[in-house]
């Protein structure tokens, strides 16, 4: 049985381009995806990355990507809740919806995507800050959107609705890199999307944590349906694919060392000397990833999805130069078989 393959895009923002070009590119990969087959194209959202990444408002992206595609399902990689209003949420996502029918998802997490002081100007206050509340939050966006139990009786928002009324939210996943959501998202009966490209080493555990105790619901799902969303860096050679890997390693340690930037070429990658701290960061980081050619990584990814029963493997890919990243997915698309629709060969 062939596996599922989807794309996670955070919009990357070469060194020596602008972030108009990044979100062109995206546009352009969101294009060819859907050519190649591939099943899901979700942004996500990040703040405060130093023109390193444009990926601030999946929102915006998500309507622009899927206008300008015709069969693959977009969604958010995903919604930072705590970010936001459960209401404007589920009023996004319905409209979202109601534009494209049947094509998009409502990925939810409940990291800030960004740093402390940054998620305090999203939140606008200390308290909402250190406020330990999404379970509150993702009880409010199911009762706003008429999902679950609703409002209880005498409830202030009771006789409020997400409008507009006549359309579904889109199908929830909830996002984690621990078992937390795994577990929220089993009692809810939504999907769940693992990030393994951020905690490889919890994902086999969470995702059985998910499937052992998934329970169906009226609103969400019969059976459970997991992704695991991993790093993935493939070129016509081994040797190609670990030299462009050195461009995302260095903008990790850059960024982890509070030198945010955008993503460097491999020349600037490969001349840069690392200390001691930064090579074990770097050794940290690309341990997270998987390189080479397309025969390996298809056996890599296809070992990582049978320890983790996975359903749908998805593809992040940060890469210097679009060229670079759309061979990644394009060797994918051919080492996985997929189906690519009719317009497969029109050129981009």
Same mark, same amino acid.
């Given at each position: 049985?062939?596996?599922?393959?989807?794309?996670?895009?955070?919009?990357?923002?070469?060194?020596?381009?602008?972030?108009?070009?990044?979100?062109?590119?995206?546009?352009?990969?969101?294009?060819?995806?859907?050519?190649?087959?591939?099943?899901?194209?979700?942004?996500?959202?990040?703040?405060?990355?130093?023109?390193?990444?444009?990926?601030?408002?999946?929102?915006?992206?998500?309507?622009?990507?899927?206008?300008?595609?015709?069969?693959?399902?977009?969604?958010?990689?995903?919604?930072?809740?705590?970010?936001?209003?459960?209401?404007?949420?589920?009023?996004?996502?319905?409209?979202?919806?109601?534009?494209?029918?049947?094509?998009?998802?409502?990925?939810?997490?409940?990291?800030?995507?960004?740093?402390?002081?940054?998620?305090?100007?999203?939140?606008?206050?200390?308290?909402?800050?250190?406020?330990?509340?999404?379970?509150?939050?993702?009880?409010?966006?199911?009762?706003?959107?008429?999902?679950?139990?609703?409002?209880?009786?005498?409830?202030?928002?009771?006789?409020?609705?997400?409008?507009?009324?006549?359309?579904?939210?889109?199908?929830?996943?909830?996002?984690?890199?621990?078992? #937390?959501?795994?577990?929220?998202? +089993?009692?809810?009966?939504?999907?769940? %999307?693992? !990030?393994?490209?951020?905690? $490889? *080493?919890? /994902?086999?555990?969470?995702?059985?944590?998910?499937?052992?105790?998934?329970?169906?619901?009226?609103?969400?799902?019969?059976?459970?349906?997991?992704?695991?969303?991993?790093?993935?860096?493939?070129?016509?050679?081994?040797?190609?694919?670990?030299?462009?890997?050195?461009?995302?390693?260095?903008?990790?340690?850059?960024?982890?060392?509070?030198?945010?930037?955008?993503?460097?070429?491999?020349?600037?990658?490969?001349?840069?000397?690392?200390?001691?701290?930064?090579?074990?960061?770097?050794?940290?980081?690309?341990?997270?990833?998987?390189?080479?050619?397309?025969?390996?990584?298809?056996?890599?990814?296809?070992?990582?999805?049978?320890?983790?029963?996975?359903?749908?493997?998805?593809?992040?890919?940060?890469? #210097?130069?679009?060229?670079?990243? +759309?061979?990644?997915?394009?060797?994918? %698309?051919? !080492?996985?078989?997929?189906? $690519? *629709?009719? /317009?497969?060969?029109?050129?981009?």
């Amino acid at each position: 049985m062939s596996v599922p393959l989807s794309v996670l895009d955070l919009s990357p923002i070469n060194a020596g381009e602008s972030s108009h070009q990044a979100l062109q590119n995206t546009i352009h990969l969101a294009r060819l995806a859907d050519r190649l087959g591939y099943t899901r194209y979700w942004l996500a959202e990040h703040h405060n990355t130093d023109g390193m990444l444009a990926s601030s408002t999946p929102e915006v992206m998500i309507s622009v990507v899927a206008q300008a595609t015709e069969r693959i399902r977009v969604g958010s990689g995903g919604i930072m809740l705590p970010n936001h209003s459960p209401l404007k949420v589920a009023e996004t996502f319905r409209v979202l919806e109601a534009l494209y029918p049947g094509r998009i998802d409502l990925g939810i997490g409940r990291a800030p995507g960004t740093d402390p002081r940054t998620a305090l100007a999203l939140r606008r206050s200390r308290e909402a800050l250190e406020a330990d509340d999404f379970p509150e939050q993702l009880a409010e966006l199911l009762a706003f959107a008429d999902k679950g139990p609703g409002f209880p009786e005498g409830h202030l928002f009771r006789s409020v609705k997400a409008s507009p009324n006549d359309v579904p939210l889109p199908p929830i996943w909830l996002l984690g890199s621990s078992d #937390y959501s795994a577990q929220a998202a +089993a009692i809810l009966g939504v999907g769940f %999307a693992f !990030a393994h490209h951020i905690n $490889p *080493t919890f /994902a086999v555990s969470a995702i059985h944590l998910y499937r052992e105790h998934f329970t169906p619901s009226e609103e969400g799902l019969a059976q459970p349906q997991a992704i695991l969303a991993t790093s993935v860096i493939c070129a016509e050679t081994d040797e190609r694919a670990e030299e462009l890997a050195t461009s995302m390693v260095l903008a990790w340690v850059r960024m982890r060392t509070g030198r945010s930037g955008p993503l460097p070429g491999p020349a600037e990658a490969r001349a840069y000397h690392y200390n001691k701290i930064e090579q074990e960061i770097a050794a940290s980081y690309r341990a997270r990833q998987t390189v080479g050619s397309s025969t390996v990584v298809r056996e890599k990814l296809l070992k990582l999805q049978k320890e983790t029963g996975a359903d749908e493997l998805m593809i992040t890919s940060m890469v #210097y130069g679009y060229e670079n990243r +759309a061979k990644t997915y394009e060797l994918l %698309a051919e !080492a996985f078989d997929l189906r $690519p *629709t009719a /317009a497969a060969s029109q050129p981009e």
